[in-house]
């Protein structure tokens, strides 16, 4: 019984490798207008209506194991809410929340019910299918031609928005000069990232990798009791 | 029944979800301890329990990878469960109390008898086919009232020969 409610320790322990914080800085903007059109580019990574994901979600392990999870995310961008569940590969639910304005979290057994995984799980959820708020506050062109935009996130921090010339897409925010986060897209198809590997470069460093089993567009509206 | 071999779907009700999660795999069971539990959709992995230990796989890139432990250990519980189940015996549990539910299709109630596994498993449902004695037809398992896993069995076959590899080996 133990060795069950203490499932995922490892998981817990995979974003746990301790690393010196990151001191990769913003990337400079060169300007290139018109800005409507790179604003449009930007916009590639993020649907405007509802869909539900389905990823394989890998976690690396200490001792070269990996754990795999199922995420399953519900996005509606009209409402800017994201609902998540997390489950074993049998799917035996281990984390189910909803983001709708303020946090709802329905199920979380250990360890996910430690620290503040639920706010950091829906926060990264929101940051990879939800697109930043407000308007940028600076776009333009990389060093190698791909279009960036760059947003005033909440708690002072920053987001960039980077969309390559082959459609692979990346996500960045940062505190101050810092990076905090980055999310890369790639094996792009129709829009829709067959990989996305995440990798959070705070205190602690962590990286999983989503693999996407299925993606469709939903209409209902939910009824959460 | 000393072997039981079944194709099964799985239907993954959640309620973040208006439909639910779909798989499909195969279930091989060989007297008295040996359970594969593979998942040929969507994604691919194997479950071998034998005597009581569990082995998970999934496919990688480069083939089936053995993963690590931890999140493996609820379905644990229930494959042990379904091995005491194919030999007839729903009483003889340490982690579950059964109550029959009489009627055209029996079912066996299970609810835990720990605290610590009914935060995990509220209870679980086995529907007995009512055509041969002692199929299971369905199982439903219970998380919460809303979110629960219904598990349906069909080409159901006993006591035929099962390669002992199949309990051994994920290919």
Excluded at chain 1, 41 to 67: D, N
Excluded at chain 1, 170 to 198: N, Q
């Amino acid at each position: 019984m133990k060795a069950l409610l203490s499932l995922g320790r490892g998981v817990i322990l995979a974003v746990s490798i301790l690393q010196v914080i990151s001191c990769r800085s913003l990337p400079v903007i060169n300007p290139a207008p018109p800005a409507a059109a790179i604003n449009q580019q930007c916009g590639q990574p993020f649907f405007a209506s509802p869909y539900r994901f389905v990823h394989k979600i890998e976690v690396a392990l200490p001792g070269g194991k990996t754990a795999t999870l199922l995420g399953i995310t519900r996005v509606e961008p009209l409402a800017r809410s994201v609902s998540s569940a997390i489950t074993t590969v049998e799917g035996f639910l281990l984390f189910e929340a909803r983001y709708d304005k303020a946090l709802h979290v329905y199920r979380a057994l250990p360890p996910f019910n430690t620290g503040n995984f639920a706010e950091q799980t829906m926060a990264d959820i929101r940051l990879i299918f939800l697109s930043p708020s407000g308007p940028a506050a600076d776009s333009g062109v990389l060093e190698d031609g791909a279009a960036i935009c760059r947003y005033d996130g909440e708690h002072g921090k920053i987001v960039d928005v980077i969309v390559h010339r082959d459609d692979t897409w990346e996500i960045r925010t940062y505190s101050g000069r810092s990076l905090l986060r980055k999310i890369s897209a790639w094996s792009v198809r129709d829009r829709l990232p067959g990989i996305l590997e995440l990798t959070g470069f705070e205190a602690v460093r962590y990286s999983l990798r989503f693999t996407l089993i299925s993606a469709e567009p939903v209409e209902e509206s939910l009824n959460i009791q | 029944m000393k072997s039981v071999a079944a194709h099964f779907s799985q239907k993954k009700y959640l309620q973040i979800l208006t439909k639910p999660l779909l798989s499909n795999g195969r279930f091989y069971f060989q007297a008295p301890d040996a359970v594969r539990w593979e998942y040929t959709s969507p994604l691919k992995s194997v479950l071998l329990l034998r005597q009581g230990n569990i082995k998970r796989y999934t496919m990688g890139t480069k083939g089936f990878v053995l993963e690590a432990g931890g999140t493996m250990e609820a379905m644990r519980f229930v494959l042990q469960e379904i091995s005491r189940w194919s030999k007839g015996e729903f009483t003889q549990s340490e982690y579950f109390t059964a109550t029959l539910k009489q009627g055209q299709e029996p079912q066996i109630i299970l609810t835990p008898k720990e605290k610590e596994l009914a935060t995990i498993i509220s209870r679980i449902v086995v529907t007995l086919a009512p055509e041969k004695r002692g199929f299971i037809k369905s199982l439903k398992i219970f998380e919460t009232e809303h979110n629960y896993t219904l598990f349906e069995f069909t080409k159901v076959q006993t006591n035929v020969n099962i390669s002992e590899r199949l309990f051994l080996e994920a290919e």
